[in-house]
């Protein structure tokens, strides 16, 4: 009522005044509440969650990965990484045991074959050794087969990408159809076993993924998404991605996890395509209101970004989909 008659007695560029000043506000408000969560759960300011600890143990037990599998490695490379290492090492160990997390087994092992490469090759690092003895972490045993490098053969690596990448890429559509038969649990977690692989800032690996079973559970998380119209009472399986932020440190990782959540979307998606499911993207574009009540229903942590939800199910024998005309590639192709 009010608003009818501050419409018939405002100047109309006043309302489009206000309209922008008020878009202007909430956009603000929602960075804002992004900027206080990942300022309170990535590792920028405090290092003593264990995944924040885990990510920066992965970071730099990464960083001497790379530099074993150099064909002309430096030796002494990465004196002060391997270093810190050691030091992150025993504050895992003294904060969180470390029993049973293969990140700090691996880093372990790298550790230990940075040892003995520089042993071999009779380059003196005799300060990371003693420190890594003094620290206790040398006594770990069984954990030899972890880390480190891999070797390649050209010929047996092309042989297995030999396969028609064109055509399979072509041949994924989003479906939003899908018949009842139930997805196997089996199924889609081979279909995350395959995204696994995806590529990922230090090799931290923050990808995670929710899945819902139960009918009515899917249609109560649907209803914080607002894409699924029309065919949401489909959805066999419903995954949530999200990526932990945890893991990210400083200002310049700020975007990192929405980056290396959707490379693992992308992949999450071919795996299922591969193994015969279908799957329709759902993006989480919402307010922080809307992103607040859904973590309450949900239980999702606050240390997670939702990167987006997928809806999985098998295909019928004949469905009709939107032909999505792809852009020209002129119109994205710019060569520098």
């Known amino acids: 009522m009010m608003k009818n008659i501050l419409k018939q007695i405002l100047p109309y560029r006043l309302i489009l005044a206000y309209r ?21 759960h990535s590792s920028s300011c405090s290092k003593w969650k264990a995944g924040q600890l885990e990510g920066k143990i992965i970071a730099h037990y990464h960083v001497i990965e790379k530099g074993l599998s150099y064909d002309n490695i430096r030796f002494g490379f990465g004196f002060g990484i391997v270093t810190n290492l050691i030091d992150l090492l025993e504050q895992y160990t003294d904060h969180f045991n470390g029993k049973g ?40 045993t069984g954990v030899s087969d972890l880390g480190g490098t891999l070797y390649l053969d050209k010929k047996e690596l092309f042989e297995k990408r030999n396969i028609d990448f064109k055509n399979f890429a072509f041949s994924r559509f989003s479906i939003r159809d899908f018949t009842p038969k139930n997805v196997e649990l089996t199924v889609i977690k081979d279909a995350i076993k395959i995204a696994q692989k995806s590529p990922s800032v230090c090799n931290r690996q923050t990808s995670r993924v929710y899945i819902v079973s139960d009918k009515n559970k899917i249609q109560q998380h649907l209803s914080f998404q607002s894409g699924n119209r029309g065919f949401g009472h489909k959805i066999n399986k419903l995954l949530i991605v999200t990526s932990d ?17 959707g490379i693992f979307s992308m992949s999450l998606l071919n795996g299922l395509h591969y193994l015969g499911l279908g799957s329709i993207t759902l993006n989480w574009c919402v307010n922080r209101k809307r992103d607040v009540e859904y973590r309450k229903m949900s239980g999702i942590k606050n240390n997670e970004n939702i990167i987006l939800m997928i809806g999985v199910g098998h295909i019928p024998d004949k469905i009709k989909v939107p032909k999505s005309e792809r852009k020209a590639l002129d119109e994205i192709i710019t060569l520098l």
């Open 245 to 261: 932020v945890n893991y990210f440190e400083g200002g310049i990782e700020r975007n990192q996890s929405f980056v290396d959540g």
């Open 20 to 40: 922008k000043v008020s878009k202007y506000k909430f956009i603000l408000l929602d960075f804002i509440y992004d900027f206080n969560r990942f300022n309170t």
């Open 101 to 140: 997390n293969l990140q700090y087994y691996t880093a372990i092992s790298v550790v230990k074959k940075y040892i003995k490469l520089h042993a071999e090759e009779g380059f003196d690092i005799s300060r990371v050794e003693r420190k890594f003895v003094d620290s206790g972490l040398s006594d770990i």
